[in-house]
């Protein structure tokens, strides 16, 4: 049987060049328009009836579906939704004429694009609903042709974005009378597939048809066409198809001329075609097609709609989906790199400042690229409230755990400094200032990248404060000379400084801790100079103001220069903690608690001793200096 609906197509085929006019047998197959939907079921009925269909009927088909395509297609798929043979025949018979299935074909589409049912109204007035599924039938049958009808190339973008809609809403929308009429065509042919398969199948047929084979390949080397049948993964399998795509169609990846000449133009218009999608205002479909269109937006004829984009993109920075916020973002650090949109990813700064406060690394990570892209070789300056906000979140996120946030926030801290204003650089000073010491022990980093970025970024810091010392230390990289000249110049922030080496004590990174762990010892050199002020407040004798202040510790009774610091006792024991129950004093280290157990301090050259406080021979007498030789070799 399927031999019979091969030969009778194929004979039309052979002549679809010189398909004949309206009038070629002397009259028309219909005297009005209303004559249409009956005329095509009772070509269906005798077709049923009948073996083989004789040549003046074939040509009355095409000749039909050119006059009248909408009532055509309209009505055959309501006649014969399942694709029986009669219905075959007459399908396979109007693709043999290009100018008849280049007519039909804009409905087809229409029919397909709206799940599950199609409302249109023929020219008899019937108004019975078509399933898209009938539509995605007949273009599999048209597919099975052993010739390529040229529509197809021409309507393949929007044919595959329908057929990988279906393919979506299929797995998740599945009504009853759409399940009955798949069973009955399953019934028909023997398919032992779902629809989503089926869809699937219809896609790949579709690439074969446009000779994508290296296209095919891939993405099922990647199991990606598994991965568009769960709903839960398809926008996956979505960016992995548009990279293919794209990768494909990129002349060094591809040898084949042909390839590249229609996955080129292929690509660019499907995504145009899911910008129109995803412009409106409820999209059924909006995760899957943003993760295609985030794929091929370095396309170069995509840069004709960056404005429509960014737009639709910058919607999705707002969204509840974490999932829609990381493709939005991702799309906006390749449209940050467009000069011309640079307008338009300024005014999104505030609402990037607010996802800045997300847990989630990449994400974070991706807009800080965003920023760095914005201000990368451009004379853009940054006003004093933005610069102020981007320098208080930077600093936090220095100590990310993630090693690309830190290298990243490194790099536009200092881009901030560069490009602020003139009067918002001494609002600046304080930020920058407190930027000095993450930025040296960054400097001591395992990873190069964030080292090398910390120093460049030390030595515009210093160059912002005017401290011209600082600047020589870090240009000549003396390290330990630039962290004593630091504590030296603010000798009444060294407490502050011995604040911020403490979280480093729990670093994950050795060289990290072992910077930490020698910077509060020099810090406690320092911290001595406030002695006498607190044996005043411990004996009584200070002054009112500093009574009423500040009580002595409980813990070591106020002989600590912590005390002298006006640090609180939660800090107090913070510290004493970090330094193995002991505190930095003119007299050496204080026990304040029992002090644990730290082999590693030991290890250290650090020789704690209970009882009378002492400081070990091979340290300085008044501080906790470790020296990096003696430094624990394992892990804290």
């Known amino acids: 049987m399927a031999n019979t609906d091969i030969t009778a197509t194929q004979s039309m085929a052979n002549t679809k060049d010189s398909a004949p006019s309206m009038d070629f047998f002397g009259e028309r197959v219909v005297s009005h328009p209303n004559e249409v939907p009956d005329f095509v079921r009772n070509m269906h009925q005798r077709l049923v009836s009948n073996a083989s269909p004789n040549d003046r009927m074939l040509m009355d088909i095409v000749r039909l579906a050119e006059a009248h395509p909408a009532d055509v297609a309209v009505t055959l798929l309501r006649r014969a939704p399942s694709c029986d043979r009669a219905a075959r025949i007459m399908w396979r018979t109007i693709a043999s004429s290009e100018m008849a299935l280049e ?7 229409c029919v397909l694009e709206d799940w599950p049912l ?14 898209a ?22 309507y393949s973008p929007r044919l595959l974005v329908a057929l990988l809609f279906q393919v979506f809403v299929s797995t998740l929308d599945m009504p009853e009378e759409v399940n009955t009429f798949w069973k009955g065509y399953q019934e028909q042919l023997s398919l032992p597939i779902s629809i989503n398969r089926f869809a699937v199948q219809t896609v790949r047929a ?5 000779r994508c084979l290296d296209l095919l390949v891939a993405v099922e080397r990647k199991c990606g066409w598994d991965t568009l049948l ?16 794209h990768r494909t169609s990129n002349p060094l990846c591809s040898c084949i001329a042909e390839i590249r000449h229609v996955l080129m133009p292929l690509c660019s218009h499907v995504a145009l075609h899911l910008l129109q999608l995803l412009s409106t205002q409820e999209p059924r479909w909006d995760l899957p097609a943003l993760a295609f269109l985030v794929e091929v937006l370095e396309c170069h004829d995509m840069k004709e709609w960056s404005d429509s984009a960014l737009e639709i993109i910058s919607r999705r920075l707002q969204s509840k989906s974490k999932e829609k916020r990381r493709l939005a973002l991702r799309g906006l650090v390749v449209l940050s790199k467009d000069p011309s949109l640079a307008e338009g990813i300024r005014s999104l700064t505030q609402s990037l400042m607010g996802l800045l406060q997300d847990a989630d690394g990449e994400v974070v990570a991706l807009i800080l690229s965003v920023f760095l892209n914005e201000l990368e070789d451009r004379a853009t300056l940054i006003s004093s409230p933005t610069a102020l906000q981007l320098a208080e979140v930077l600093r936090q996120l220095f100590d990310y755990d993630n090693s690309h946030v830190p290298l990243l926030s490194i790099r536009l801290f200092r881009a901030v400094m560069e490009l602020v204003m003139d009067k918002g650089k001494k609002p600046l000073k304080k930020h920058v200032s407190q930027s000095l010491l993450p930025l040296f022990f960054h400097y001591h980093d395992q990873n190069w990248h964030v080292a090398e970025a910390s120093r460049e970024t030390l030595l515009c810091a210093a160059k912002f404060l005017k401290r011209r010392r600082l600047k020589q230390l870090v240009k000549k990289e003396k390290l330990w000379k630039f962290a004593e000249c630091l504590l030296a110049e603010d000798r009444s922030r060294a407490a502050e400084h011995l604040r911020q080496a403490l979280p480093y004590l729990q670093s994950p990174q050795e ?3 072992e910077a930490a762990v020698r910077f509060i010892g020099i810090a406690g050199r320092y911290l001595r100079k406030q002695q006498e002020e607190t044996w005043l407040i411990y004996k009584g004798e200070g002054s009112a103001a500093g009574r009423g202040s500040c009580n002595p510790c409980p813990s070591c009774g106020g002989l600590c220069s912590l005390c002298a610091q006006r640090v609180s ?3 107090h024991a913070e510290i004493s903690g970090a330094c193995g129950g002991f505190v930095p004093s003119s007299f050496g280290l204080i026990p304040v608690v029992p002090a644990p157990s730290w082999p590693w301090l030991e290890q250290a050259g650090i020789a704690l001793a209970w009882g009378s406080p002492r400081v070990p021979a091979n340290l300085e007498s008044d501080c ?3 020296p990096l030789s003696s430094s624990p070799s394992g892990p804290v």
């Open 103 to 109: 007519k039909v074909l804009p409905t087809l589409l």
């Open 118 to 131: 199609h409302r249109v109204s023929a020219s008899d007035g019937d108004k019975t609903k078509v399933f």
């Open 133 to 154: 599924l009938a539509a995605t039938v007949v273009v599999w049958e048209i597919l099975c042709l052993p010739w390529c009808p040229a529509p197809f190339m021409e």
């Open 206 to 210: 579709l690439f074969r048809h446009l």
């Open 230 to 245: 769960c709903a839960a993964t398809h926008h996956y399998a979505m960016g992995l198809l548009a990279r293919e795509m």
């Open 511 to 513: 060289p990290l801790r």
């Open 569 to 571: 006792w939660a800090e």
């Open 624 to 626: 906790v200096s470790v």
